[in-house]
T-cell receptor, first 108, second 114 residues
Framework: KNEVEQSPQNLTAQEGEFITINCSYS?????LHWLQQHPGGGIVSLFM???GKKKHGRLIATINIQEKHSSLHITASHPRDSAVYIC??????????FGTGTRLQVFP | KAGVTQTPRYLIKTRGQQVTLSCSPI?????VSWYQQTPGQGLQFLFE???????NKGNFPGRFSGRQFSNSRSEMNVSTLELGDSALYLC?????????????FGEGSWLTVV
């Protein structure tokens, strides 16, 4: 069993829909990162959080340390949000463990 | 402010050869970490360098090595290349150690081993 599990693996949405991507982990962590990877490989860091909730534009990330669970929400989704979203946890202060990613496609 | 720069972007090598990849972090960042991404294994942590010292290493054979220079630029080397080493190699930099800091990724180096 992977230490970091994401669901769903694939997600298709219509423009404007509210989207939720989930991340569950089985190890103790100091922080969790949400990353976005577009075709071509480049990765952008969306959030780094260790408790509570963060919001940036249409993106919201939450984490529940006790339940070992985090969610990434996209409000009013847009085709440009189409990408792979990756959850990564800091098991130790200097090592990241990655989820397998969620491939999101948003259609106009 | 320039982002994380990786060179080369694409390269093809033959089994048994070695390869060196370069990473220039964002100015002022002292930590550089390296990752391998393959379709089968996803993203995996290779190692992190901070202040010219390797701080941690992932579960990769000794053929994978790296170093960091005094200007924080980093190189990783893979010797005796195998077909399975074909992957996207990403480096990332952060202001301080990875822990609790935002990490900034480069565009990656696509390595194909034939």
């Amino acid at each position: 069993k992977n230490e970091v599990e994401q669901s769903p693996q694939n997600l298709t949405a219509q423009e404007g829909e509210f989207i939720t991507i989930n991340c569950s982990y089985s190890v103790g962590i100091s922080a969790l990162h949400w990353l976005q990877q577009h075709p071509g490989g480049g990765i952008v860091s969306l959030f780094m959080l260790s408790s509570g909730k963060k919001k940036h534009g249409r993106l919201i990330a939450t984490i529940n340390i006790q339940e070992k669970h985090s969610s990434l929400h996209i409000t009013a989704s847009h085709p440009r949000d189409s990408a792979v979203y990756i959850c990564a946890v800091e098991e130790r202060a200097d090592k990241l463990i990655f989820g397998t990613g969620t491939r999101l496609q948003v259609f106009p | 402010k320039a982002g994380v720069t990786q060179t080369p972007r694409y390269l093809i090598k033959t089994r048994g050869q070695q390869v060196t990849l370069s990473c220039s972090p964002i100015s002022g960042h002292r930590s550089v970490s390296w990752y391998q991404q393959t379709p089968g294994q996803g993203l995996q942590f290779l190692f992190e360098y901070f202040s010219e010292t390797q701080r941690n290493k992932g579960n990769f054979p000794g053929r994978f090595s790296g170093r960091q220079f005094s200007n924080s630029r980093s190189e990783m080397n893979v010797s005796t290349l195998e077909l399975g080493d074909s992957a996207l190699y990403l480096c990332a930099s952060s202001l301080d150690r990875i822990g609790g800091n935002t990490i900034y990724f480069g565009e990656g180096s696509w390595l194909t081993v034939v």
